[in-house]
Structure formats: structure tokens, C-alpha cells
């Protein structure tokens, strides 16, 4: 009877289990409730629903708690149980049996006759003993590894760490808390990753497929460990070293690069390959050559083919789709420099930025083909001078072929030459002959003269010149116009000569620098036209018949005096502009221009033989008080100049009368003095008188302004225009 029973109850606690447990781990089950239905131990008589109630809640959810107080007030009414107090102690008993208890080893099969108690006591001795507490301990570090918390080792949100729950002897505390700074570092790391996955930015994104690669390596790592059974605590320390070190460095870059983008984020992990330590200098390298794999496609892809694949605008050159293609290379491209990264030299930055703009230029600009003969293997980023080396010889292949297409397709030089010549005033035989023949023209009111009169004359000045021989193509470029004038303007205030640069070439002739040849022109030709007046052709037999007059003759040799001091000035002048301001400028740039490597630096080549004679001719800032004195001593030229018209045809006028009234009679008058008097022009004389005395003050003022310049050439220019010290005497 008793072998019945118990075999009806071994029968139906296995239904039990078979209803809970899975079939690979029935038998262990099975075994473990026999072993605590054999035991000795006593129960607890004293164990209420309350107090089970109390033990339980801390392992279940609140919601849970309700549903067990539930399910507990039903067990404790039912009238089938006879022991209820004894079976919610088997339940506690059974909740505190966990899978990883079960050992590894096959379980032992269940014998075919129904054991009897003392046999079940022997089962007991069959079944592996328990796990040992560093055996447990270890296994809760391991699941920190992995960022999970475990039965001793808990995660503090608070403190932001992992901490030992139990009171454990210090030294082991110690070890087991260290250890579990691993897995602090992959819970910060996989919290980057969980926060940057989806970043916008490629770089960010190649940043975390190379964390997934270093953590699948960890977690190759943990699953070793897992094998070492017989693993101790400080074997783990030991194993671990390295590891730590690397997840340590991992999670220090996820900390510099947060947030960061492009350049900068190439930077912050660039500043760590160059640690000391071989095995993190290798993992950090390797972190930077994932990271800057696509910074490294857009720049190939930029530098080769001038084109931007920048979908998160992270790379440092930023396109304005907005700007035309005739301010494509001064406005269409931007460069960032807060996305540079950090160890890129100066001059690498720029020729990545001059390389790509120079491919647009020649395909949009200049309708030219272009296919780089550049090898495509970029070399990785960690080699700064290698990379160097592939970016100078992309830039210099590519800006190569665009300046060679702008001096020989283009003609660059030769349109050079020929604003040089008519704008600068370096073709003088031209410049004469035209001034001679708008002279009597430019001296109406502007609103009176009509432009097809201007390009008759300039036409006229082409053929009657050396002008003649130039390249009809280029002299058609060359426009005589008038400005923007008022009612008291006459045409030598506003006539200018213009010279039209089409595309690609105003790119480098722009209109800055046009109106800057505007400037210098508008100066230039007013020194001409004083110059001019001061050196026409006088007729030497006529003065000679004004010195049969005696009374005359003093008046007339003062103007001439005059005359002279200015066209003294004038001359010496006008041959510092020509040839020691222009002339000199010139052979500059054409030697300069030699050498350029880029269109930018063709530029900056040829702004700066502008500002040179802008400089010098007293067109800056810099000498805008030199410049006003200047124009005070040509505008006194220009009022000398008629004054002495005016006094010589009344001279004339004079001669003529004496002559006549000689032959009519040879009676003298009275009042000789007034009589011989009466046909000059007083004004005229009391003007040249003024001009004489301003001119004085006026040429002591512009050589005491160049004498103050900090230039040399200006000082030289002072020496020159007193190189007999004829005002230095004069003024004691």
C-alpha cells in the first residue's frame, strides 16, 4: 500500500513539473524536489501568508504582488489542502532554485522502481554539490561584462556604477568592483551607440559600425571566458587587462567626439592615434581609418572630379547653388574652416579647395573637358605626409591644365598687354594723336558731345598709330566713353577709355580691378593732358616778333619762367608714372605670372601689380593727402595754361596795332605807357601772377608730403623734382 502511494505520487509530481518546466530540465527538477521531500530539515510551522507574502515581494513587480495576495487568500479558504502553510513553503523553497544550478553534466535517469526514502537520501549524494560564492561571484561579473546586473553585483543609476549588494570580505569587494568598471565602459559605449546610430552624419555612422566591430571582438572575449570553468577570481583580473584598457580608450573617444561633426570629429579621434602604448596605437588607428573612410571618398571625389557627395554637410567646402557660374570662383564656393580638421596644414586645405573649384571652373566656365589622370588610391588619413604628397599632386595636375588653357586658348597675356598699353598709357603715340583730337571736343559741356564722335576718333587714333599693328580682335575691346556727369561737367572731366573682359578672364580682370584701371586712367590722362600743354609746339619766329616789343617782352618772360617750373614738374612726373611706376610694375607681373600655380594665385599676382601702381601713383588711402596736392598743381597747370593763351593772343593783338598804327602815323602819343598797354590782358597777367605765387606753396607742400612718406620711391620722387635744391635755396 505505501509503494502505491508513493508511486502515485512520484507520477503526479512529475505531471506537476511537466507543466512548468521544459523537458530538458524535468529530471533535474525532479531530483531537486525529492532531495528537499527527503530532507531532514524542519519546516516552519510559524510560516504565515503574511510572512510569504513579505518574502516574496521584493523578487515581483507590484502588479504581481496583488495577483500572489489574490491567489494566496484562495489557498488558504480551500477545504481540499490540509496543509496550506506547508505548500506555500514548498513554493518558496522552489522559487529560489534557478537554471543555472542545473550543472552541465547528463542527468541522472530515473530508476524503474519508486525509491524509497532512504534511497532518495543516496540520490542526493549523485547530484554535484553547489556552486562555490566566487564561482557565483564570477558569474555575475561576467554578466556585467555585458551590462546586466546579477544575484551580488547591482548597477547604481545614481552613482552611475556597479557595486557589490552583500557584504563580502574587502579584498574580494575590491577585485570584484574593479573588474566591473568593463562593463560600466560597455554600457557607456553601447549608450553612444544606441544614441548616435542615426546620427546625421557619415562619419559619426562609420564611427559606430567600428565600435560594433570592437564590441563584437568583447563579446568573443566574454564567451571565452565563459568556457574557463574552473576560472578564479584574480585569473579573471589578470585576463581582463587588456581589454579594460582598450574598452577604456573606446569610451574615452565616444566622450571627446559627442556631438561632433566633420573635421572636428576626425580631429578629436586623430589626437588619440599618436598614444605610445603599440596595442592602443594600433586600435586607435584603426577606429580613424573607418572614421575617415568617407571623408576621404569626398575629397577624392571632390579633388578628382569636382563634384560634392557631402549629403550631412560635414566636409569644409560648401557649395551656394544660388551664385551664377560668373562669380562661380569667388562666391559659389565657401570654405568652412570650423570643419577642417584640426592636423590639416594650411596648404593642404587650400589646394583640396582650389583643385575642386578649378575642375568647375574649366568644365562651366572655360567649356572644357576634364578627366583626372590622378591615381585613385588616397592613402589613409593617419598618413598626413602621404596624403599630402597625393593631394599636391592632384591639385598640381588639374590647376596645371587651367592656367595653361586661360594664357594659350584665352590669350590672358596678350589681353594683359593691351590694357597695359591703352589703359595704362604705355602706348604714347596713340595717346598723343588721340588727345590732339578731342582736344577742341572735350572742352564742350559733356551733355553736348555725342559718343559716335568719340568712336570716330578712337577709331582714327587706331590707324594713324603703332596701334595699327595690334590684334584687331583685342582693339576691339577697347571703348572711349564718358561717365556719369552733371551740368557743370565738361568732357575732359568725364572721358575715360574702357576695356571689355569677357568669361573666363573677368574672372581675373573682375570689377574691382577694372574700376581700379579706371581710377589709374582718369589720373594718368589728366597728367597727360597738363603734359601735353606743356610741351605743344610753340613757334619760335612769332615769340621772337613780341620781343621787338620792350614793355612786353618782361611780362612774357615771367609766364615762360613759370611755364618751364611747371613743365619741369610735369616731365619728371610723368616719367616716374611711366616708367618707374608703370614700367616696372609691368616686368614684375610678367616675370610673377611665370611661375603661378593656380588660378588664385594669378590673381593675387596680378591684384597686386594693380595695388603696386595704385600705391605709387598716390591712388590709396595711404597717400590721399599727396594725392590731393597733386591735383591742386595740375589744376594750376591747366588755369596757367590759358592764362598764357590769353596774355600771348593779346600780345599779338598788340604787335599788330603797334604795327598798323606805325604806318599810319608816325606821331607818338602822350600816355605811351597806357597806349602800349591797352590791348594786353591784365587779367590774364594778374592771373599768371596768383598762379605764380600758389604754385610756389603748393610744390613746397607736395614735396614736404613725399619727403614725410615712409617710401622710398616717394622720396626719391622729392629728390628728383628739387635734384638742383632750386626750392630748397629759394626757401632759405
Known amino acids: 500500500m505505501e509503494n502505491k502511494s508513493c508511486k502515485n505520487n512520484t507520477a503526479m509530481l512529475m505531471k506537476l513539473i511537466s507543466l512548468h518546466i521544459p523537458n530538458h530540465l524535468a529530471e533535474a527538477y525532479m531530483l531537486y524536489i525529492q532531495r528537499i521531500l527527503s530532507s531532514n530539515l524542519s519546516q ?61 553534466n547528463p542527468i541522472l535517469s530515473l530508476p524503474k522502481q519508486i525509491p524509497q526514502a532512504q534511497d532518495v537520501q543516496k540520490i542526493d549524494l549523485l547530484i554535484p554539490s553547489k556552486p562555490s560564492f566566487e564561482a557565483l561571484l564570477i558569474r555575475d561579473i561576467l554578466y556585467a561584462f555585458q551590462g546586466t546586473e546579477g544575484k551580488y553585483l547591482t548597477y547604481s543609476r545614481l552613482d552611475d556604477r556597479f557595486a557589490i549588494r552583500q557584504e563580502i570580505p574587502e579584498s574580494i569587494k575590491y577585485v570584484a568592483e574593479s573588474l566591473a568598471e568593463l562593463g560600466w565602459l560597455y554600457k557607456k559605449i553601447d549608450k553612444f551607440l544606441k544614441n548616435n546610430e542615426e546620427f546625421p552624419s557619415i562619419i559619426c555612422q562609420s564611427f559606430c559600425a567600428s565600435l560594433k566591430v570592437e564590441l563584437k571582438e568583447y563579446f568573443r572575449f566574454i564567451a571565452l571566458l565563459e568556457t574557463q570553468t574552473t576560472a578564479k577570481l584574480k585569473m579573471i583580473e589578470m585576463w581582463t587587462m587588456e581589454p579594460l584598457e582598450r574598452m577604456r580608450w573606446i569610451a574615452l573617444i565616444c566622450e571627446a567626439v559627442e556631438g561632433l561633426k566633420g573635421g572636428n570629429f576626425i580631429s578629436a579621434v586623430y589626437s588619440y592615434c599618436k598614444y605610445g602604448d603599440p596595442g592602443i596605437q594600433v586600435l586607435v588607428c584603426r577606429i580613424l581609418d ?142 598723343h594723336y588721340l588727345m590732339n583730337q578731342l582736344n577742341d571736343i572735350l572742352k564742350e559741356p559733356a551733355r553736348k558731345i555725342h559718343k559716335h564722335n568719340l568712336v570716330s576718333i578712337l577709331e582714327n587714333a587706331f590707324r ?28 575732359w572731366d568725364v572721358f575715360i577709355l574702357r576695356y571689355q573682359v569677357d568669361a573666363p578672364l573677368n574672372t581675373i580682370f573682375n570689377e574691382q580691378s577694372m574700376k581700379q584701371y579706371t581710377k589709374i586712367f582718369k589720373l594718368f590722362w589728366r597728367i597727360k593732358r597738363v603734359y601735353f600743354y606743356m610741351n605743344s609746339y610753340t613757334d619760335c619766329s612769332e615769340m621772337l616778333q613780341l620781343q621787338q616789343m620792350k614793355d612786353v617782352r618782361y611780362i612774357l618772360h615771367k609766364s615762360q619762367m613759370l611755364k618751364l617750373e611747371i613743365m619741369h614738374f610735369i616731365n619728371n612726373l610723368y616719367h616716374y608714372l611711366m616708367v618707374e611706376v608703370q614700367e616696372n610694375a609691368w616686368n614684375w607681373f610678367q616675370k610673377s605670372i611665370e611661375n603661378v600655380e593656380d588660378l588664385d594665385k594669378l590673381i593675387e599676382v596680378h591684384q597686386q601689380f594693380l595695388d603696386t601702381i595704385l600705391e605709387r601713383a598716390f591712388l590709396n588711402i595711404e597717400n590721399e593727402k599727396v594725392y590731393k596736392r597733386l591735383l591742386k598743381i595740375l589744376e594750376l597747370g591747366l588755369r596757367f595754361k590759358m592764362s598764357q593763351e590769353t596774355l600771348i593772343s593779346s600780345a599779338f593783338d598788340e604787335l599788330n596795332r603797334r604795327t598798323k598804327s606805325e604806318n599810319d602815323d608816325d606821331q607818338p602819343h602822350e600816355n605811351v605807357e597806357f597806349y602800349n598797354l591797352s590791348r594786353l590782358s591784365i587779367e590774364s597777367i594778374h592771373e599768371i601772377d596768383r598762379i605764380k605765387l600758389v604754385y610756389a606753396d603748393e610744390i613746397q607742400l607736395f614735396r614736404k608730403s613725399l619727403s614725410d612718406a615712409n617710401k622710398v620711391h616717394l622720396r626719391f620722387l622729392a629728390f628728383r623734382l628739387d635734384f638742383n635744391e632750386f626750392y630748397t635755396i629759394k626757401n632759405g
Not at 338 to 345: A, E, K, R, S
Open 290 to 431: 573607418s572614421v575617415s573612410q568617407p571623408f576621404l571618398e569626398i575629397i577624392e571625389k571632390w579633388m578628382l572630379d569636382g563634384e560634392l557627395t557631402d549629403v550631412f554637410h560635414e566636409f569644409f567646402v560648401e557649395e551656394n547653388i544660388e551664385i551664377s557660374e560668373d562669380k562661380l570662383w569667388t562666391d559659389k564656393y565657401k570654405l568652412i574652416k570650423d570643419l577642417v580638421p584640426g592636423f590639416f596644414l594650411p596648404e593642404i586645405v587650400e589646394k583640396i579647395f582650389i583643385t575642386g573649384k578649378s575642375i568647375n571652373f574649366l568644365r562651366k566656365c572655360c567649356q572644357e573637358e576634364w578627366k583626372s589622370e590622378t591615381p585613385l588610391d588616397l592613402p589613409k588619413l593617419r598618413d598626413i605626409q602621404a596624403v599630402k604628397t597625393w593631394v599636391e599632386r592632384a591639385a598640381e595636375a588639374t590647376n596645371a591644365q587651367l592656367i595653361g588653357i586661360l594664357f594659350s586658348k584665352y590669350r590672358l597675356l596678350e589681353h594683359a598687354k593691351c590694357i597695359r598699353k591703352y589703359i595704362l598709357l604705355a602706348q604714347g603715340d596713340f595717346h
Open 464 to 491: 594713324a598709330s603703332n596701334a595699327q599693328n595690334d590684334d584687331w580682335d583685342l582693339l576691339n575691346k577697347l571703348s572711349s566713353t564718358l561717365e556719369e556727369y552733371t551740368t557743370l561737367d565738361i568732357g
Open 44 to 104: 516552519s510551522p510559524s510560516l504565515e501568508i503574511s510572512s510569504f507574502l513579505q518574502q516574496t515581494k521584493r523578487r515581483v513587480s507590484d502588479q504581481a504582488n496583488i495577483k500572489l495576495s489574490n491567489l494566496c487568500s484562495i489557498l488558504s479558504t480551500s477545504s481540499k489542502l490540509n496543509k496550506p502553510k506547508e505548500v506555500l513553503h514548498l513554493l518558496l523553497k522552489l522559487s529560489d532554485f534557478k537554471t543555472e544550478f542545473v550543472p552541465g
